[in-house]
């Protein structure tokens, strides 16, 4: 077995290798090492994109080329300083990227991809057809950079500049991932129904890191224009989008040094290719394409999560655990009074198509009760909850959560005021560890942003939020599976960590959509204890469950729901006398 090499130590190798390789390597390696770090810095801003986030888009190269032309332009024709362009050139791209992500994000399935497609084939028509921009033929003419007196013209000067900017990149986006807005971002790929429902402005979430990707792009764009001191369309067509798209998913789409890995991988191949093939075979031509995608293929097949994890095997590290420490606790919302009526539900009906799952629901929550909503499988039950919750909105009718009418409201907004839940199947990223899951549950108790994170002066809350998080996870009785992945938990246990969850947003109201399904006999009874204590707290309960000795040694009140309407409502021993109950249950008795 290797023995274990710290990853600083790694990182101290690479970076000192990084400083020698200009003063031992010939100019062609320097060169080669240049534009490899041109592409990671683009499929850098993929990998949280793509591999974070799951979203797709070939149309990278489209915003390598605004950064290039908005600095060629800008120098050649206004004269103004290079370095002063790569603000104006941010701008631009930013604005161009807001643009086309409020269009393109509302898409989703194969329609995402076709979106880029599409606009990334727009742009590069664009940048070849303004004569402004010296159309097909490109602008020549760029400045060098220069540092005070200092000009940065040969490959070798440019080597430091784009590696240094690359590392800066790669420090940013591992602070970004390690924080509250980083796992808003990872919860995208679970659906945004959940992380809607725990407060993440998911729309917010998808224009941010769509945005930032572009201005990675862009970044790279502006060295590139000030490298080659020369732009034309050719390097930011469809075909390189394509390519940064091969880089990050080769390198490892779900890990910030696949980037580094995957441009280096293609780089280097491509030339090996471009030199070797014309003399095995005797003639020259583009062989290398062909050879390229087969070799692709194989690669996709025999390593689906990239070349970078199959690396990091032979440097194995310790298990990276999120360090919870000691914090002052977080600001609590107050508690309405014992008995306030929190949620109110009048005329609720939920319709699809001809089908009326929900038909004329009324009832109410008290605060420091807990009311348990029960019926046959099918009855609308959870259907009810997605309702209320602002998943899937009421066709009609009202709901009123704290003297103010939500129906209308989104999932985000309900949660905010106070109302967390709990789902029928459960919805945690299985990845991600329990401690990380439970956070995100405290989203909203959050304020620092993506820059905060990027720059990380973000730590003081983020230790509020995971000693928060690690709180809930040890009142919910799983502490020793706190940095477990929670996808390693049996289901009964997953559920909790769904409560656990739903507790750190410190609701007033909480939704349980059947969290004894699949809890042992102990276990039950552990939970049971726990929603008591809660309900003792004062915080209204809202149970769906099939398990009726569970519901009818805890409710306080039972609404029982039979195809969609309200067939009866009243006390645990009311609800178990009652003839229409037992027989939609049972089918009637003798």
């Not at 791209?93 to 979106?115: E, K, M």
């Not at 038909?359 to 209320?388: C, H, W, Y």
């Not at 509020?464 to 996808?487: D, N, T, V």
């Not at 750190?504 to 969290?515: G, K, R, S, T, V």
Request: proline content about 5%; some cysteine.
């Amino acid at each position: 077995m290797m023995p274990t090499v710290r990853s600083t130590t790694l990182l101290a190798l690479f970076i000192a290798a990084l400083l020698v390789a200009p003063l031992l390597l010939p100019e062609f390696y320097i060169t080669l090492l240049d534009y490899i770090g041109l592409y990671a810095i683009v499929a850098l801003g993929l990998v949280v994109l793509t591999g974070v986030g799951g979203l797709t888009s070939f149309g990278q190269a489209a915003f390598v080329g605004l950064g290039a032309y908005s600095s060629a332009y800008l120098t050649t024709v206004h004269g103004v300083s290079p370095w002063l362009t790569l603000p104006a050139g941010l701008l631009i791209t930013a604005a161009v990227a807001i643009s086309l992500g409020l269009v393109t994000l509302r898409l989703s399935g194969h329609f995402l991809p076709l979106g880029t497609i599409a606009w990334g084939i727009s742009l590069y028509y664009l940048f070849g057809n303004l004569t402004g921009l010296g159309g097909y033929t490109g602008l020549t003419g760029i400045p060098p950079l220069s540092f005070f007196d200092l000009e940065v013209r040969t490959g070798r000067e440019f080597f430091y500049l784009i590696w240094a900017v690359l590392l800066l990149a790669l420090l940013a986006t591992r602070n970004l991932l390690d924080s509250r807005e980083g796992r808003a971002i990872r919860a995208l790929r679970g659906g945004s129904l959940m992380a809607e429902a725990m407060g993440v402005h998911t729309a917010r979430s998808k224009i941010v890191i769509f945005t930032l990707a572009a201005l990675y792009a862009s970044t790279s764009g502006w060295l590139y224009a000030h490298l080659q001191r020369f732009v034309n369309p050719t390097p930011f067509s469809l075909t390189q989008g394509i390519e940064y798209l091969f880089m990050a998913v080769i390198g490892g789409v779900a890990h910030v040094w696949g980037a580094i890995v995957g441009a280096g991988l293609i780089s280097i191949l491509k030339q090996w290719l471009q030199d070797w093939l014309p003399k095995l075979l005797g003639q020259s031509g583009n062989f290398e394409i062909i050879v390229f995608g087969v070799l692709m293929i194989f690669v996709l097949q025999r390593a689906r999560d990239g070349v970078w994890p199959i690396i990091a095997r032979y440097f194995p590290q310790p298990p990276k655990r999120a360090q919870v420490r000691e914090a002052p606790p977080l600001v609590r919302r107050e508690r309405p009074a014992a008995g306030a009526v929190l949620l109110e539900v009048k005329d609720a009906c939920k319709r699809f198509g001809g089908l009326v799952a929900n038909d004329r629901m009324t009832f109410q929550v008290r605060a420091g009760e807990v009311m348990a909503l029960i019926g046959p499988n099918g009855a609308g039950k959870s259907t009810m909850f997605n309702g209320i919750s602002g998943v899937d909105p009421l066709t009609s009718g009202s709901v009123i959560f704290r003297g103010e009418r939500v129906e209308s409201l989104p999932a985000r907004d309900i949660a905010r005021r106070g109302m967390s839940r709990t789902f029928q199947h459960v919805r945690l990223l299985p990845g991600m560890s329990v401690l990380e899951n439970v956070a995100i549950g405290a989203h909203l108790r959050g304020r620092k942003g993506f820059v905060a994170a990027a720059c990380r002066t973000d730590r003081d809350e983020e230790d509020r939020l995971l000693y928060e998080a690690a709180r809930q996870i040890e009142r919910c009785g799983l502490s020793e599976q706190m940095h477990e992945p929670a996808g390693s938990l049996p289901l009964g246990k997953q559920r909790i960590v769904e409560i656990a969850r739903a507790l750190a947003a410190d609701p007033c109201l909480l939704l349980l959509d059947e969290p004894a399904a699949g809890l042992r006999y102990l276990e039950k009874q552990a939970l049971g204890d726990l929603l008591r204590r809660l309900r003792d707290e004062g915080i209204g309960i809202l149970l769906v469950e099939h398990d009726m000795d569970f519901v009818m040694g805890l409710a306080d009140r039972v609404v029982v729901m039979e195809f969609g309407q309200k067939l009866a409502a009243g006390l645990p021993e009311d609800i178990q006398r009652n003839p229409a109950v037992v027989e939609a249950y049972l089918g009637g008795v003798e």
